[in-house]
C-alpha cells in the first residue's frame, strides 16, 4: 500500500494561521480540498517569544516567534474541526522537548478525526532557544521520526521537517526515510539574527538557492525519496524550479504574509500549466 503523499502546493507551517485568516483569499472553492500544514502544535500552550518577532530584511523575513499556539487540547477542540469542516487535508505540524512528547502528540493525533497527516519538526533554526529537542545530528532526527512513526497510522504520511543544510542533507533526509518518513520537507528557516543580535530563522526567496541545491543534492542521491520544496516560493516560476530539481509538491509560506492570495493563484496555474504539456 503506497501512502499518499500531500500536494503539489501546500500551505507551510505557521504560515496560514488557523487556516480562517485565509479563507478569504482562497478562491471560488474557498479551502476545500487545499493541502494545509498547520503551525506547529505543542503539548502545552506556548505564548511565543518577545516582540519584534518579525523583521523584513532584503529578500525575506527574520522571525523569532517562538512557536505560539494554544496546545494540543485546544487545537482538537477548536481549530482542527473547523479546518475539517472548511473541507481542508491537514496536515498537523508537531514540536516537542522530548522523544516522548512527539510521540504523545502523534498517538493523540492518530485518534483525531479529519488528521491527514503529520509534518515533524526537527528543523527549527533554534530549537534549544524555544526548548525543542535538540537535532544536532542525523539519528537525533531519525529517532523523532522513529518515535512518530511508531504512533501513526502507516497509511497516512509523516513527513520529516528539515533545515536547508547543503552538508548534511542528504545524511539527514536518508536517516529519517529509513526511520519511517513518508517524505522530507526541504527547507525551514534557516538560522540567522536580527540586526540587534537576537537569534532568529531566515526564510523567502534569500533561502531559495540553498533550498534548491539541497532538494537538487538530496534528489540525485535519494531518487525514490518524494521530497517538498519551501523556501521563496511565489509563483509558477519559482515553484517550477523545485519540481526541475527533483521536489514532488512545494510549500508556500512567507509569501503569504505578502500576498495572501498567493496559493489560490499558484494552484491554478500549475493546473493550468499542466493541462497545457
Known amino acids: 500500500m503506497t501512502t499518499p503523499i500531500p500536494g503539489p502546493v501546500m500551505v507551510a507551517a505557521g504560515c496560514g494561521g488557523t487556516g480562517r485568516e485565509l479563507a478569504a483569499y482562497s478562491g471560488p472553492d474557498g479551502l476545500d480540498g487545499l493541502d494545509f500544514v498547520t503551525r506547529s502544535i505543542t503539548l502545552d500552550a506556548r505564548m511565543g517569544g518577545p516582540g519584534p518577532r518579525v523583521e523584513e530584511v532584503p529578500g525575506g523575513l527574520v ?4 512557536l505560539p499556539n494554544p496546545g494540543l487540547e485546544h487545537f482538537l477542540a477548536t481549530e482542527l474541526p473547523w479546518l475539517v469542516r472548511a473541507g481542508v487535508r491537514v496536515v498537523v505540524s508537531i514540536a516537542g522537548s522530548t522523544m516522548g512528547e512527539y510521540a504523545d502528540l502523534a498517538r493523540r493525533l492518530s485518534r483525531a478525526p479529519g488528521v491527514a497527516g503529520l509534518e515533524v519538526n526537527v528543523g527549527a533554526p533554534d530549537e534549544v532557544g524555544v526548548g525543542l529537542f535538540e537535532v544536532r545530528e542525523p539519528y537525533h532526527s531519525a529517532s523523532v521520526i522513529a518515535a512518530v512513526r511508531r504512533e501513526f497510522p502507516a497509511d497516512r504520511p509523516v513527513l520529516a521537517k528539515l533545515r536547508p543544510d547543503v552538508s548534511r542533507i542528504v545524511e539527514g533526509a536518508r536517516s529519517c526515510h529509513e526511520a519511517g518518513a513518508t517524505a522530507v520537507v526541504i527547507g525551514n528557516a534557516v538560522p540567522a539574527a536580527f540586526p540587534d543580535g537576537r537569534s532568529g530563522g531566515l526564510s523567502g526567496p534569500a533561502i531559495a538557492p540553498v533550498a534548491l541545491r539541497c532538494v537538487a543534492e538530496a534528489h540525485r542521491a535519494l531518487p525514490d525519496l518524494p521530497l517538498i520544496g519551501c523556501g521563496g516560493v511565489h509563483d509558477l516560476r519559482s515553484a517550477n524550479a523545485y519540481l526541475d530539481a527533483g521536489a514532488t509538491s512545494v510549500q508556500v509560506g512567507t509569501a503569504l ?21
Do not use: I
Open 257 to 277: 504574509l505578502h500576498d495572501p492570495t498567493t496559493v489560490a493563484r499558484l494552484r491554478a496555474d500549475l493546473s493550468r500549466s499542466h493541462q497545457e504539456m
Open 63 to 66: 522571525n523569532a516567534v517562538g
